[in-house]
Nanobody, 117 residues
Framework: QVQLVESGGGSVQPGGSLRLSCAAS????????MAWHRQAPGNQRELVAG???????TYADSVKGRFTISRDNVKNTVYLQMNSLKPEDTAVYYC???????????WGQGTQVVVSS
């Protein structure tokens, strides 16, 4: 059974940094497409950053230059390094894995990020 478990969320002041982790089981982060999405209250869930199996990355315009997605194939974990955080980054952040053959999506339970002074 595929499991994605996020961690690393919390409260931080504007300008601060956080690193989110997504520990995966029964799905390899090295050979499947992985991504981080977020959902703020009253908003739709949106793509924040994506990492394909061939190493290509994509970022939402709002986070370019501030966020970095990466993976550790040995630990089977995906990360989201978030720098220069802004109040508008406040949201629940979700890890998603997309199986490269079936294209089935798997989601984690989410981790809350609050950026506030």
């Amino acid at each position: 059974q595929v499991q994605l478990v996020e961690s690393g969320g919390g409260s931080v002041q504007p300008g601060g940094s956080l690193r989110l982790s997504c520990a995966a089981s029964e799905i390899s982060v090295g050979i499947n497409d992985m991504a981080w999405h977020r959902q703020a209250p009253g908003n739709q869930r949106e793509l924040v950053a994506g990492l394909t199996r061939d190493g290509s990355t994509t970022y939402a315009d709002s986070v370019k230059g501030r966020f970095t997605i990466s993976r550790d194939n040995v630990k089977n974990t995906v990360y989201l390094q978030m720098n220069s955080l802004k109040p508008e980054d406040t949201a629940v952040y979700y890890c998603k894995g997309t199986a490269y053959i079936s294209r089935r999506d798997f989601w984690g339970q989410g981790t809350q990020v609050v950026v506030s002074s």
